[in-house]
T-cell receptor, first 115, second 114 residues
């Protein structure tokens, strides 16, 4: 199994809603990532978890809250989002965290629309 | 800070022809370089990477890339493409001491025609 699975594939939410994005991998990878990709733009790093600990937060607003319950799962909790947060949210994983580690596999992403 | 430039947003090519996708980077520190591929309706996948050593790097699916420090380039090549190579290709760079922070280029759409 060489997949990173993200759910849901599409999500429409209001600015007062609370929702969560989920990511799962069963490759035994120990680093997991959240990226945000706006239309016609490259992916931008949001968070990195290495060995289930948050190692990088790229100054992401607190309305985005990541969680890593275990080495296979990564969540992104959303609350009070703005329309400009609409984007494709990508999850990725790599075999190990830290030096020399880069995302090997990405999920298909969750297309988020904030209305 | 690092940046990546992919000059070609689209590259059309016929099947079995050679292809080169261009990538240039800028950085004031030592870098690592990567190419990712995104097939239609799929996630990105690491195609190949340059960390150190030989400047010619071989990746999956017959692709290779050459690191040229003097020209700050990392062009991706394949001698003979297939229809199945149709995809979006992203070049990316990271600082050599902090590979978690990848900076991506804007992508090149490779379209292979029969």
């Amino acid at each position: 199994d060489t997949e990173v699975t993200q759910t849901p594939k599409h999500l429409v939410m209001g600015m007062t809603n609370k929702k969560s994005l989920k990511c799962e991998q069963h490759m035994g990878h120990r680093a997991m990532y959240w990226y945000k990709q706006k239309a016609k733009k490259p992916p931008e790093l949001m968070f990195v978890y290495s060995y289930e600990k948050l190692s990088i937060n790229e100054s992401v607003p607190s309305r985005f809250s990541p969680e890593c319950p275990n080495s296979s799962l990564l969540n992104l909790h959303l609350h009070a989002l703005q329309p400009e947060d609409s984007a494709l949210y990508l999850c990725a994983s790599s075999q190990k965290g830290g030096q020399g580690s880069v995302p090997s596999f990405f999920g298909q992403g969750t297309r988020l629309t904030v209305v | 800070a690092q940046s990546v430039t992919q000059l070609d947003s689209q590259v059309p090519v016929f099947e079995e022809a050679p292809v080169e996708l261009r990538c240039n980077y800028s950085s004031s520190v030592s870098v690592y370089l990567f190419w990712y591929v995104q097939y239609p309706n799929q996630g990105l996948q690491l195609l190949l990477k340059y960390l150190s050593g030989s400047t010619l790097v071989k990746g999956i699916n017959g692709f290779e890339a050459e690191f040229n420090k003097s020209q700050t380039s990392f062009h991706l090549r394949k001698p003979s493409v297939h229809i199945s190579d149709t995809a979006e290709y992203f070049c990316a760079v990271s600082q050599s001491y902090n590979t978690d922070k990848l900076i991506f280029g804007t992508g090149t759409r490779l379209q292979v025609f029969p």
